[in-house]
């Protein structure tokens, strides 16, 4: 798969949705916090195994009532519960997020860090979370992979992997720097409305033709 390929493919991907996917937006709404790495951060956490809907609703409640990692830190725990409640695993989430914010504040003077393994070594933060605050936090080359980019690579045959991590590591060697934050902003929303997990709707998808999964269903 050559980069020129990759570019025509998002391109014809990009057509068929409506905007483009941003941490903590539904598709509906855009974002009414700030599009910093701190507000990225903690919006990509509460996204984790949660439907944008949701997550749009946890993130809007949080940040209205705390606007900082200092003032997250030092919250009532059940209160960030409650406010976060609309996201999945609202319970794990509070307390992590929590420990993210004391985290800021006690190794980096309350600043999200620019850098991949100190991202990494925030509570709740692997590699999909730590690229989206590269790539939407700091406007870095970051290349977030989730679920979407996951599985649409696969059924491209762009890539035959089992894991995330993995498919994002070939994806580097084949996707051009310039169009890694357009690959996962792109592909959540396809993967959302026409590259479904269960049922994919390739008689409307443009790029059946370039899509071995495609190609073997028509």
């Known amino acids: 798969m050559a980069g020129p390929k990759v570019r025509l493919v998002l391109r014809a991907m990009e057509r068929e949705v409506c905007g483009k996917a941003f941490p ?3 598709g509906l709404q855009s974002p009414e916090w700030p599009r910093d ?5 903690i919006a990509t956490v509460l996204s984790q195994r949660t439907k944008d809907m949701n997550t749009y609703k946890a993130a809007k409640q949080l940040f209205a009532r705390f606007d900082g990692p200092r003032d997250m830190a030092e919250a009532d725990v059940k209160e960030v519960e409650m406010l976060i409640h609309p996201s999945g695993f609202y319970q794990v989430k509070a307390k992590g997020i929590q420990a993210i914010c004391r985290a800021l504040v006690e190794r980096h003077g309350g600043e999200v860090p620019e850098d991949m393994d100190m991202l990494l070594a925030l509570p709740l933060v692997g590699r999909k979370t730590a690229n989206c605050v590269l790539a ?3 406007g870095k080359d970051g290349l977030c992979v ?3 980019v996951h599985r649409i690579c ?9 894991h995330a991590d993995e498919t994002e590591m070939e994806l580097r060697e084949i996707v051009p720097k310039d169009l890694w934050c357009d690959l996962n902003s792109i592909m959540v929303r396809y993967g959302q409305g026409v590259c479904m997990p269960q049922r994919p709707r390739c008689e409307l ?14």
């Open 146 to 148: 989730d679920t979407h």
């Open 205 to 218: 998808c443009p790029v059946q033709g370039d899509c071995q999964h495609g190609t073997k269903k028509a």
């Open 154 to 162: 696969n059924r491209l045959g762009w890539v035959h992997t089992k």
């Open 24 to 26: 903590g937006a539904d």
């Open 37 to 41: 790495p701190f507000h990225v951060l």
């Open 136 to 138: 939407y936090g700091f």
